[in-house]
């Protein structure tokens, strides 16, 4: 019970510092979404426009991961008798739907500024914008290295989100800027194609975002940890059976249920004992939250 009651306390501890990290990272795009969107009315830059609606999106993902976090910290009920964890993955599946759609709103709006200067011949946004969005670049790397720095500490899935997010954006900008220099000096179709370009790469990083806490929430886990498991408790003295082993996460925390059978000849003291070792041995090799283990005679 003392190794699952340190997870648990380590668990809400790295919690609050998701949370911190959150609301850093929910200033920044504040700021450079008001600076970007500015600019790019004024010099008419579709790239830097979609860098600015790209922060509009990492603004929206970082409110949904603080209402999944924030959630995440209440004390168990009779509804949810394990916690509220879950709403943490819930809080990053929402954030990266919001994250492809605005990617897919980018893609969109840059292919036809590309196809509008085919037909015509739009002014070249000027030097600032492309000042703009190489700042923009350079503050969001340093962003993404606070929440990697960060994330190597805690592990946390929505440090994770805000990690990627960040990686995003940095590449956003820094591409938003190459790609203005290049409309500047060789074609304004240049302005256009790179928001094309970077909004499909948004893409790709939020279907993989996606694709990971669905696997979560539909009661997915990694049948690697499973075997590892299995190899610890099977290490156990008394234990005649593994009848079952299953893991889920809620959130970032690890639930592990066991059933296994012993001789019938065994007390229920001893089968106590045989219960509370695998749960330490699981919690302290593998920083389970909570182990639930069934024990029942062989027959």
């Not at 292919?111 to 969005?133: E, L």
Request: proline share 2%.
């Amino acid at each position: 019970m003392k190794e699952t009651l340190n997870n648990r306390l380590r668990y809400f501890e790295n919690l609050k510092q998701s949370i911190g990290i959150a609301y850093l990272n929910l200033f920044v795009f504040i700021v450079l979404f008001i600076a970007e969107i500015s600019i790019a009315l004024v010099s008419g830059s579709k790239a830097l426009l979609a860098a600015g609606f790209n922060n509009l999106s990492s603004i929206i993902i970082s409110v949904g991961l603080l209402v999944g976090l924030k959630v995440s910290l209440k004390d168990p009920s009779h509804s949810h008798s394990k916690g509220y964890q879950q709403f943490e993955t819930l809080g990053n599946l929402f954030s990266s739907f919001v994250m492809f759609l605005m990617s897919a709103y980018i893609v969109i709006e840059g292919g036809k500024g590309a196809i509008f200067s085919f037909y015509t011949s739009p002014d070249s946004p000027g030097n600032i914008s492309v000042s703009v969005a190489g700042g923009a670049g350079f503050v969001m790397l340093a962003t993404f290295l606070i929440n990697r720095k960060v994330y190597q500490k805690v592990e946390s899935n929505s440090i994770n989100t805000l990690m990627k997010d960040a990686l995003s954006d940095t590449l956003m900008n820094f591409g938003t800027a190459l790609g203005i220099l290049l409309s500047i000096e060789i074609n304004p179709m240049f302005d256009g194609l790179t928001a094309v370009v970077l909004g499909l790469i948004l893409c790709r990083m939020s279907y993989l975002i996606v694709k990971e806490n669905v696997f979560h929430l539909s009661g997915g886990f990694d049948p690697e940890m499973v075997e590892n498991y299995q190899n610890v408790i099977e290490g156990i003295p008394g234990i005649e059976r593994i009848v079952d082993i299953t893991g889920k996460m809620f959130g970032d925390a690890v639930a592990v249920d066991v059933t296994i059978e012993v001789t019938g000849k065994m007390t229920v003291e001893e089968s106590a004992v045989i219960a509370e070792t695998i749960e330490q041995e699981l919690a302290s090799r593998f920083d389970v939250f909570d182990v639930d283990v069934q024990v029942r005679p062989k027959r």
